[in-house]
């Protein structure tokens, strides 16, 4: 360094001499390796225009616009670039917002079981009941604002597990979202199911009112759906008159109305009398009158009413039979004018037919009112298949296949152990099960990071093939909250 004429310090121009360079810790450059890198430079370049053939190149159909890459080019920079970060910013992927799915009425088991074994930090289920399927403006309004202090109670209950905010609305925009969608307040049942995680919400439309629960834990809880998923039992209600027959297929929880193709549209459909001469000659007629008419033979004279009927039900059997219940083998429910109902049992070709009938005048009948009635007298069926399980459990309650103690039912589900499970309805458990050392706790409150145990053993005892019967309190044996028959 050298001083200038006002006495300041300035570097030398020039080259650093050896002394000041082993002072300052730079070595001599060696050129060797730039040499080496030459040749090899060399050696894989052949000339301006082409590469070598050994040399990777992009392929000649690949987008040659440089707009996109030097866009992601630029945003890697910015993003890079220390000056745009803060020292505790973290940068994530935007997410993709989640949309609410309905789930089918009738669950596959790997529907179920992608719900049974649905795991997260925070699993949110709600069972909520609706005002029916009525479009009613009242009744929507009611669902709608009952949904909506439903997600609000939520806020609230997340908020007091510390959850943030920007969560909690990620979590819960969906069902926000239906708040908007008016065919879904037009398409209700009585009752609703909602399943929500991070990324994860699905939604099922109940037939029957569940009882109003609102859970928060590290999977869903399922009990309440069982007597809807579980019930495979069905019948047909067949409505007769003079003047039209109708079927319909119920189960536990409603009714639909089969449209048949060709059923005789009463006595005057089948049964015609033209008077020839001195001859009545009887016709029957399935496709109206008109062509494809079918006679049925000359008669000595006018068959009488009962005859009449005879004729007609046998072709309104004979349709039913053809179009619907040669797959069945499922009660047969008949509703009409008492007289009616013995003259079709005469002529039926379908045997299944339910002892006791429906009696009076039904072709006008509102649907929900008919099936009230049919649900009723078709409670001994439903019944039959837990009536047995009981009085098996009655016959076995002596021996080692039977308990209705919980701690042995608990871990008798997660072995596989149980063929038909008895839990009371609407109850819990609160604990947890380590199936890896079978070790039960079980808790008089709910405490933190508890399961429902009732919940666990009915979906347990489900996906290992057992049957499960969810009863009220005094139908469960022993007077305890689940009750088992076991296979070994």
């Known amino acids: 360094m050298g001083k200038d004429k006002e006495g300041k310090y300035h570097p030398r121009k020039g080259k650093p001499s050896g002394a000041l360079r082993e002072s300052v810790g730079l070595q001599p450059i060696d050129t060797s390796a730039l040499e080496e890198h030459l040749e090899i430079a060399e050696k894989y370049t052949e000339g301006e225009e082409e590469p070598a053939p050994n040399i990777h190149v992009r392929h000649p159909n690949r987008n040659v616009d440089k707009r996109e890459e030097r866009q992601r080019t630029k945003e890697t920079q910015r993003f890079n670039n220390p000056s745009n970060k803060s020292t505790n910013e973290t940068f994530t992927v935007e997410r993709v917002d989640t949309t609410a799915e309905e789930l089918p009425a009738v669950l596959s088991k790997e529907e179920f079981a992608e719900l049974a074994n649905f795991q997260s930090d925070c699993c949110i289920t709600l069972y909520t009941c609706t005002t029916t399927s009525t479009n009613a403006d009242a009744n929507r309004q009611k669902d709608f604002i009952g949904f909506k202090n439903k997600l609000q109670q939520l806020t609230t209950s997340l908020r007091d597990k510390n959850l943030e905010q920007t969560q909690i609305e990620r979590l819960l925009k969906p069902g926000y979202d239906l708040l908007r969608n008016e065919q879904f307040w037009s398409n209700l049942s009585h009752g609703l199911a909602v399943f929500v995680a991070d990324g994860y919400f699905k939604y099922m439309k109940l037939p029957v009112g569940p009882k109003e629960e609102m859970l928060i834990n590290s999977t869903f809880l399922l009990a309440p759906l069982i007597p809807v998923i579980t019930s495979k039992d069905y019948f047909y209600v067949l409505v007769l008159s003079k003047k039209q027959a109708k079927l319909y297929r119920a189960d536990a929880f409603g009714m639909q109305y089969i449209a048949v193709p060709g059923m005789p549209r009463g006595v005057d459909d089948v049964v015609h009398f033209e008077q020839k001469d001195d001859q009545d000659l009887v016709r029957t007629d399935t496709s109206g009158a008109g062509a494809g008419a079918n006679y049925h033979g000359l008669g000595t004279g006018r068959p009488d009413h009962k005859t009449d009927l005879a004729m007609y039900f046998d072709e309104v059997d004979e349709t039913v039979w053809k179009e619907v219940l040669n797959r069945e083998n499922v009660p047969l429910l008949l509703a009409g004018v008492e007289y009616l109902i013995p003259i079709y049992k005469q002529v039926a070709k379908y045997k299944p ?14 649907t929900q009112a008919l099936y009230q009635q049919a649900r009723a007298k078709m409670e001994p069926y439903f019944q039959e298949r837990v009536a047995k399980a009981l009085n098996t459990y009655g016959n076995q309650s002596a021996t080692e296949l039977t308990s209705s103690i919980p701690d042995d039912v608990i871990p008798a589900a997660h072995y596989g152990r149980i063929s038909q499970l008895f ?24 405490e933190e990071g508890d399961e429902c145990l009732i919940d666990k053993t009915v979906i ?26 076991m296979r070994y």
């Open 353 to 366: 037919i339910w002892d006791d009938a429906i009696t009076g005048s039904h072709e006008h009948e509102d």
């Open 460 to 485: 347990k005892t489900l996906l290992t093939g057992g049957e499960v019967f969810m009863l009220p309190a005094d139908k469960v044996p022993g007077g305890s909250k689940l009750a088992a028959i």
């Open 423 to 446: 839990a009371v309805q609407g109850e819990h458990i609160w604990g947890s099960f380590d199936e890896m050392n079978n070790a039960l706790t079980i808790h008089k409150d709910q």
